[in-house]
């Protein structure tokens, strides 16, 4: 199972970012795919999930609103468009397979997110 992240960056207070994860090793549309961040010093946060066909989402309460996840099974990617970003959303961002419920794993590397003026 490989998951690679990509698409952060420094952006200003309201700006926006679309981050993606390509995946492979395993067939993407039959899992439960959601993002998670971790700033420093803290611990790992869930941000969002996806159902395997894509029609049902899910949000946490600091991201909803500005956030919306998506797939792409065809190829394989899932994506996060995040908009009016703020300074708290500063993180390494990752996607993972949610095997159940709270439990991420695998995870990709991260791609970073900074939001600062």
């Known amino acids: 199972v490989q998951l690679v992240e990509s698409g952060g960056g420094l952006v200003e207070p309201g700006g926006s970012l679309r981050l993606s994860c390509v995946a492979s090793?395993?067939?993407?549309?039959?899992?439960?795919m959601s993002w998670v961040r971790q700033a420093p010093g803290k611990g790992l946060e869930w941000v969002s999930r996806?159902?395997?066909?894509?029609?049902?989402?899910w949000y946490a309460d600091s991201v909803k609103g500005r956030f919306t996840i998506s797939s792409d099974n065809a190829k394989s990617t899932l994506y996060l468009d995040m908009n009016d970003l703020e300074i708290e959303d500063t993180a390494s961002y990752h996607c993972a397979i949610e095997t159940k419920p709270g439990f991420f794993a695998p995870r990709g590397q991260g791609t970073q997110v900074t939001v600062s003026s």
């Open positions: 090793g395993f067939i993407f549309g039959t899992v439960v």
């Open positions: 996806i159902s395997p066909d894509g029609a049902r989402t």
